[in-house]
Protein backbone atom coordinates (compact mmCIF):
# COMPACT_ATOMS: atom_id res chain seq x y z
CA UNK A 1 0.00 0.00 0.00
CA UNK A 2 1.52 3.61 -0.99
CA UNK A 3 0.51 6.17 1.89
CA UNK A 4 0.51 9.69 1.06
CA UNK A 5 0.02 12.91 3.72
CA UNK A 6 -0.54 15.93 2.47
CA UNK A 7 -1.52 19.27 4.56
CA UNK A 8 -1.26 23.14 3.87
CA UNK A 9 0.12 25.07 6.81
CA UNK A 10 0.84 29.16 7.44
CA UNK A 11 4.63 29.72 7.20
CA UNK A 12 4.61 28.75 11.01
CA UNK A 13 3.51 25.36 11.16
CA UNK A 14 -0.16 26.24 11.79
CA UNK A 15 -3.02 23.59 9.97
CA UNK A 16 -5.78 25.99 11.60
CA UNK A 17 -5.86 29.23 13.70
CA UNK A 18 -6.80 28.81 17.49
CA UNK A 19 -10.52 29.25 15.91
CA UNK A 20 -10.22 26.51 13.90
CA UNK A 21 -10.23 28.17 10.53
CA UNK A 22 -8.33 25.81 8.47
CA UNK A 23 -8.74 27.52 4.86
CA UNK A 24 -5.38 27.57 3.97
CA UNK A 25 -4.87 26.74 0.73
CA UNK A 26 -4.81 28.98 -2.95
CA UNK A 27 -7.63 27.92 -5.42
CA UNK A 28 -4.59 26.69 -7.19
CA UNK A 29 -3.42 24.77 -4.24
CA UNK A 30 -7.40 23.02 -4.30
CA UNK A 31 -7.12 22.02 -7.35
CA UNK A 32 -4.07 20.45 -6.64
CA UNK A 33 -5.23 18.69 -3.79
CA UNK A 34 -8.21 17.96 -5.63
CA UNK A 35 -6.18 16.02 -8.49
CA UNK A 36 -4.31 14.31 -6.06
CA UNK A 37 -7.66 12.69 -4.47
CA UNK A 38 -8.87 11.58 -7.82
CA UNK A 39 -5.57 9.49 -7.93
CA UNK A 40 -5.95 7.74 -4.55
CA UNK A 41 -8.47 5.00 -3.48
CA UNK A 42 -8.88 6.44 0.29
CA UNK A 43 -9.02 9.58 1.69
CA UNK A 44 -8.01 9.62 5.83
CA UNK A 45 -8.95 12.11 8.60
CA UNK A 46 -9.23 12.22 12.56
CA UNK A 47 -12.71 12.58 13.78
CA UNK A 48 -11.78 16.08 15.00
CA UNK A 49 -11.77 17.51 11.27
CA UNK A 50 -14.91 16.19 10.57
CA UNK A 51 -16.40 18.04 13.99
CA UNK A 52 -14.57 21.45 13.30
CA UNK A 53 -14.52 21.68 8.90
CA UNK A 54 -17.78 19.11 8.36
CA UNK A 55 -15.98 18.31 5.10
CA UNK A 56 -17.14 15.82 2.40
CA UNK A 57 -14.27 14.99 1.04
CA UNK A 58 -15.11 14.62 -2.34
CA UNK A 59 -13.46 15.19 -5.72
CA UNK A 60 -14.86 19.15 -6.79
CA UNK A 61 -11.91 21.16 -8.44
CA UNK A 62 -12.04 21.71 -10.90
CA UNK A 63 -15.07 19.62 -11.74
CA UNK A 64 -16.93 17.71 -9.68
CA UNK A 65 -16.23 14.46 -10.33
CA UNK A 66 -18.63 11.24 -10.37
CA UNK A 67 -15.91 8.91 -9.03
CA UNK A 68 -14.64 9.64 -5.36
CA UNK A 69 -12.61 8.05 -2.89
CA UNK A 70 -13.52 5.69 0.23
CA UNK A 71 -13.64 8.82 3.01
CA UNK A 72 -12.33 6.98 5.89
CA UNK A 73 -13.06 8.67 9.40
CA UNK A 74 -10.81 7.89 12.55
CA UNK A 75 -13.27 8.11 14.88
CA UNK A 76 -12.82 6.30 18.41
CA UNK A 77 -15.88 6.78 19.90
CA UNK A 78 -18.46 6.93 17.02
CA UNK A 79 -18.49 10.58 18.05
CA UNK A 80 -19.33 11.48 13.65
CA UNK A 81 -22.99 13.52 13.83
CA UNK A 82 -25.45 11.60 11.79
CA UNK A 83 -26.02 14.88 9.96
CA UNK A 84 -22.45 15.63 9.25
CA UNK A 85 -21.74 16.26 5.81
CA UNK A 86 -19.99 12.48 5.66
CA UNK A 87 -22.75 10.40 6.68
CA UNK A 88 -25.27 12.58 4.63
CA UNK A 89 -23.53 11.54 1.66
CA UNK A 90 -22.49 8.26 2.41
CA UNK A 91 -25.12 6.65 0.13
CA UNK A 92 -23.14 8.26 -2.91
CA UNK A 93 -19.91 8.32 -1.75
CA UNK A 94 -18.30 5.31 0.19
CA UNK A 95 -17.68 5.58 3.45
CA UNK A 96 -15.96 3.82 6.49
CA UNK A 97 -15.67 5.14 10.10
CA UNK A 98 -13.30 3.31 12.23
CA UNK A 99 -14.03 3.00 15.57
CA UNK A 100 -13.08 1.03 18.91
CA UNK A 101 -14.52 -1.51 20.86
CA UNK A 102 -15.17 1.57 23.30
CA UNK A 103 -18.23 3.28 20.56
CA UNK A 104 -21.81 2.22 21.80
CA UNK A 105 -23.08 -0.46 19.68
CA UNK A 106 -26.25 2.10 19.13
CA UNK A 107 -24.48 4.19 17.62
CA UNK A 108 -22.91 2.07 15.21
CA UNK A 109 -25.85 0.70 14.00
CA UNK A 110 -27.27 3.93 13.25
CA UNK A 111 -24.14 5.03 11.09
CA UNK A 112 -24.31 1.60 9.37
CA UNK A 113 -28.38 2.34 8.79
CA UNK A 114 -26.81 5.58 6.86
CA UNK A 115 -25.26 3.41 4.29
CA UNK A 116 -21.51 3.67 6.37
CA UNK A 117 -19.18 0.59 6.67
CA UNK A 118 -17.76 0.78 10.49
CA UNK A 119 -14.72 -0.95 10.97
CA UNK A 120 -13.90 -2.00 14.98
CA UNK A 121 -10.49 -1.77 15.78
CA UNK A 122 -8.50 -1.17 19.06
CA UNK A 123 -9.79 -0.60 22.50
CA UNK A 124 -9.79 3.09 23.53
CA UNK A 125 -7.86 4.84 20.71
CA UNK A 126 -8.44 2.90 16.93
CA UNK A 127 -5.41 0.77 16.05
CA UNK A 128 -4.22 2.36 12.75
CA UNK A 129 -1.71 -0.07 12.70
CA UNK A 130 -4.44 -2.98 12.49
CA UNK A 131 -6.87 -0.41 10.18
CA UNK A 132 -4.19 -0.14 7.48
CA UNK A 133 -3.81 -4.25 7.52
CA UNK A 134 -7.29 -4.50 7.46
CA UNK A 135 -7.70 -2.06 3.96
CA UNK A 136 -5.04 -3.48 2.52
CA UNK A 137 -6.88 -7.03 2.65
CA UNK A 138 -9.67 -4.79 1.36
CA UNK A 139 -7.49 -3.91 -1.59
CA UNK A 140 -6.68 -0.15 -0.88
CA UNK A 141 -3.63 0.52 -2.40
CA UNK A 142 -3.46 4.16 -2.43
CA UNK A 143 -4.67 6.18 0.57
CA UNK A 144 -3.83 10.16 1.61
CA UNK A 145 -3.98 11.11 5.01
CA UNK A 146 -5.53 14.43 5.00
CA UNK A 147 -5.13 15.08 8.88
CA UNK A 148 -5.75 16.86 11.48
CA UNK A 149 -2.24 17.21 13.49
CA UNK A 150 -3.41 14.12 15.84
CA UNK A 151 -3.30 11.63 12.80
CA UNK A 152 -0.71 13.16 11.39
CA UNK A 153 1.68 12.27 14.21
CA UNK A 154 0.52 8.53 14.62
CA UNK A 155 0.56 7.92 10.89
CA UNK A 156 4.26 9.31 10.84
CA UNK A 157 5.27 7.71 14.25
CA UNK A 158 3.92 4.40 12.63
CA UNK A 159 6.29 4.45 9.63
CA UNK A 160 3.73 3.95 7.05
CA UNK A 161 3.79 7.02 5.02
CA UNK A 162 5.56 6.56 2.02
CA UNK A 163 5.42 10.50 0.55
CA UNK A 164 5.14 13.65 2.72
CA UNK A 165 3.27 17.12 0.69
CA UNK A 166 3.27 20.09 2.40
CA UNK A 167 1.92 23.72 1.30
CA UNK A 168 3.21 26.61 2.63
CA UNK A 169 1.04 29.38 2.44
CA UNK A 170 2.55 32.61 2.81
CA UNK A 171 0.68 34.18 5.78
CA UNK A 172 1.54 33.88 9.76
CA UNK A 173 -0.85 33.40 11.93
CA UNK A 174 0.54 32.05 15.65
CA UNK A 175 -1.44 31.03 18.64
CA UNK A 176 -0.31 28.62 20.94
CA UNK A 177 -3.70 26.70 20.55
CA UNK A 178 -3.57 27.16 17.09
CA UNK A 179 -2.90 23.48 15.69
CA UNK A 180 0.32 22.55 13.65
CA UNK A 181 1.23 20.21 10.69
CA UNK A 182 2.09 17.48 13.73
CA UNK A 183 0.85 16.97 17.17
CA UNK A 184 1.38 13.99 19.18
CA UNK A 185 3.57 13.72 22.09
CA UNK A 186 6.59 13.89 19.37
CA UNK A 187 10.04 12.99 19.93
CA UNK A 188 12.63 14.06 22.71
CA UNK A 189 15.48 14.43 20.28
CA UNK A 190 15.88 15.80 16.52
CA UNK A 191 17.53 12.74 15.73
CA UNK A 192 14.96 11.03 16.05
CA UNK A 193 12.70 12.89 14.23
CA UNK A 194 11.42 11.06 11.01
CA UNK A 195 14.28 11.94 7.96
CA UNK A 196 12.97 12.87 4.69
CA UNK A 197 13.99 13.57 1.63
CA UNK A 198 12.74 16.37 -0.92
CA UNK A 199 11.46 15.12 -4.37
CA UNK A 200 10.36 18.00 -5.78
CA UNK A 201 8.80 21.55 -5.03
CA UNK A 202 6.05 23.74 -6.55
CA UNK A 203 6.24 27.62 -6.42
CA UNK A 204 2.13 28.36 -7.17
CA UNK A 205 1.00 32.31 -7.40
CA UNK A 206 4.44 33.36 -6.98
CA UNK A 207 4.28 32.91 -3.01
CA UNK A 208 2.81 30.03 -2.62
CA UNK A 209 5.61 26.41 -1.87
CA UNK A 210 4.26 22.83 -2.54
CA UNK A 211 7.15 21.08 -0.81
CA UNK A 212 7.10 16.81 -2.25
CA UNK A 213 9.47 14.88 0.29
CA UNK A 214 9.34 10.95 0.39
CA UNK A 215 10.40 9.64 3.68
CA UNK A 216 13.59 8.16 4.13
N1 LIG B 1 -4.59 22.67 6.82
C1 LIG B 1 -4.82 21.40 6.62
O1 LIG B 1 -4.26 20.80 5.68
C2 LIG B 1 -5.74 20.64 7.54
C3 LIG B 1 -6.15 19.36 7.19
C4 LIG B 1 -6.95 18.66 8.09
C5 LIG B 1 -7.36 19.25 9.28
N2 LIG B 1 -6.97 20.51 9.58
C6 LIG B 1 -7.36 21.12 10.86
O2 LIG B 1 -6.86 20.32 11.90
C7 LIG B 1 -7.68 20.50 13.05
C8 LIG B 1 -8.00 19.14 13.66
O3 LIG B 1 -6.81 18.49 13.96
P1 LIG B 1 -6.64 17.71 15.35
O4 LIG B 1 -5.20 17.39 15.50
O5 LIG B 1 -7.32 18.48 16.41
O6 LIG B 1 -7.51 16.41 15.15
P2 LIG B 1 -7.57 15.19 14.09
O7 LIG B 1 -6.22 14.67 13.83
O8 LIG B 1 -8.44 15.58 12.97
O9 LIG B 1 -8.39 14.12 14.95
C9 LIG B 1 -7.84 13.66 16.16
C10 LIG B 1 -8.79 12.72 16.85
O10 LIG B 1 -8.85 11.48 16.19
C11 LIG B 1 -9.19 10.48 17.11
N3 LIG B 1 -8.30 9.34 17.07
C12 LIG B 1 -8.71 8.06 17.20
N4 LIG B 1 -7.70 7.22 17.16
C13 LIG B 1 -6.59 7.96 16.99
C14 LIG B 1 -5.24 7.63 16.88
N5 LIG B 1 -4.81 6.37 16.91
N6 LIG B 1 -4.34 8.63 16.75
C15 LIG B 1 -4.75 9.91 16.68
N7 LIG B 1 -6.04 10.29 16.79
C16 LIG B 1 -6.95 9.32 16.94
C17 LIG B 1 -9.11 11.11 18.51
O11 LIG B 1 -10.44 11.42 18.93
P3 LIG B 1 -11.30 10.24 19.58
O12 LIG B 1 -10.50 9.72 20.73
O13 LIG B 1 -12.58 10.87 19.96
O14 LIG B 1 -11.46 9.23 18.51
C18 LIG B 1 -8.35 12.38 18.25
O15 LIG B 1 -8.64 13.40 19.15
C19 LIG B 1 -8.91 21.23 12.60
O16 LIG B 1 -8.84 22.57 13.01
C20 LIG B 1 -8.85 21.16 11.09
O17 LIG B 1 -9.43 22.26 10.49
C21 LIG B 1 -6.18 21.23 8.73
Do not use: C
Not at 81 to 97: A, E, G, V
Amino acid sequence: MYVILNAAMSVDGKISTKNNDSSISSKMDLIRVHKLRSSVDGIMVGISTVLMDNPILSVRFPTRSTKNPTRIIIDSNARIPLDSNIIRSSKKIQTIIATTHHASPRKIKQIQNKAAQVIVTGNRKVNIKKLFQILEKMSFKKILVEGGGEINWSVLKLGIINELIVTISPVVVGGRDAKTLVEGVGFENISNGIKLKLSNTIIQNKNEIVLFYKLR
